[in-house]
């Protein structure tokens, strides 16, 4: 998918107090396009409730991101269109709850390799899931894995203060930045549904980004060469990435969250050159960030700037949204390189429906 930023973004704002809309309330158009996507999202399920990637990779990972996309639409595990399809994921999931703490199957191994994005998506997702629970029985069942599974996130903190593919222990100290985003937005997510998780984490993981941004404002690979991070070596999806973690945070105006938002306006023409490598995870925290932003938040961190050049959610909507109606597949799903149809259907959902507001991780 090629996305023409350069021409179609300006200005951006600081929680905005807008309503939320109901998908009846979406475009038509685009309200389509969701509805195919969900709907394939739906028939490519797994009978016994879980999603993969290509090759059968990330199972854990993808029916977190899937069912994500399935509660945005308004669905619960107790009503809705997709209720049977949510219930059997949670289910899916919590059956991987590990006595650690950990959700997934390290023993596995398609999963054993990579298992933390897993691990930090199953929080984001049953974080959400609870916070929606009204039985008190699956309630207390959901805040013993989120308990336990925070409490394992926190002792899979390297002592740098971030996070690798496995554990510290399992990684002898392995950290980088896609996974430390993933725990700490996982985190947020808990603490959100009222799961407690003890500020030591979160400050370290701000301080390990800290440690990862160059003088230029963008956030690097990984510190576990050792070393400050150098200028030059600076990742754009990485530095999205962690604007919206940071927004997730409620931390709208820190000098962090300025530097690399400041550092993706005067890059952001690169994601529209060409396609990237990464450029679904790019749009996935992009697309977040700028949503909390909306229309003045831009102008609010950057007064004096020129109005051409301030990032604007809705001149970004119009143009990423434009583009996802024509890439989409027939069948509804979108088409993925490398990791597969369900990951990047399942993030451009995700993109698409941030305007209903409807969990609270994505809400203004």
Not at 66 to 84: D, H, I, P, V
Not at 108 to 124: D, K, P, T, W
Not at 305 to 324: C, G, H, N
């Amino acid at each position: 998918m090629r996305l023409d930023l350069a021409a179609g973004l300006a200005a951006v704002v600081l929680m905005v107090a807008t309503s939320s809309l109901s998908a009846e309330e979406l475009e038509p158009k685009y309200r389509k396009v969701v509805e195919r996507g969900l709907n394939w999202l739906a028939k490519s399920q797994y009978t016994d409730g879980h999603w993969d990637a290509n090759g059968g990779n990330y199972p854990v990972a993808m029916t977190a991101l899937a069912g994500m996309a399935l509660l945005m639409e308004g669905s619960t595990c107790r009503q809705g269109k997709y209720a049977n399809n949510i219930r059997k994921a949670v289910t899916w999931l919590t059956q991987r709850s590990q006595a650690n703490g950990m959700i997934g199957n390290p023993r596995n191994q398609i999963e054993a390799g990579r298992y933390m994005y897993g691990h930090g998506f199953s929080v984001l997702f049953l974080s959400q899931v609870y916070g929606e629970e009204e039985d008190e029985t699956q309630r207390q069942k959901l805040e013993k894995i989120l308990t336990r599974a925070v409490e394992f996130t926190g002792k899979a903190q390297t002592a740098r203060g971030g996070w690798g593919y496995v554990s510290a222990r399992d990684g002898n100290g392995f950290d980088e930045g896609s996974v430390t985003i993933t725990q700490v937005q996982a985190l947020r997510a808990a603490r959100n549904a009222g799961i407690v998780v003890p500020k030591e984490i979160i400050d370290k993981a701000k301080e390990y980004l800290r440690r990862c941004t160059t003088p230029n404002g963008g956030v690097i690979y990984s510190l576990a060469s050792g070393g400050a991070a150098r200028a030059g070596a600076e990742r754009l999806p990485l530095t999205a990435a962690a604007v919206a973690c940071m927004f997730n945070a409620g931390e709208y105006d820190s000098d962090l969250a300025k530097r690399w938002l400041a550092f993706c306006q005067q890059r952001i023409s690169l994601v529209g050159n060409a396609r990237m490598g990464h450029d679904e995870y790019t749009h996935y925290y992009l697309a977040q960030a700028l949503y909390i932003l909306g229309d003045k938040g831009y102008e609010k961190l950057f007064p004096n700037t020129e109005p051409s050049k301030r990032l604007v959610w809705s001149r970004y909507r119009q143009a990423m949204f434009e583009r996802l109606a024509s890439a989409q597949n027939n069948n509804g799903s979108f088409q993925g390189r490398g990791i597969g149809d369900v990951y990047t259907t399942s993030l451009y959902l995700t993109i698409l429906q941030l305007d209903l507001g409807t969990l609270p991780i994505y809400q203004r």
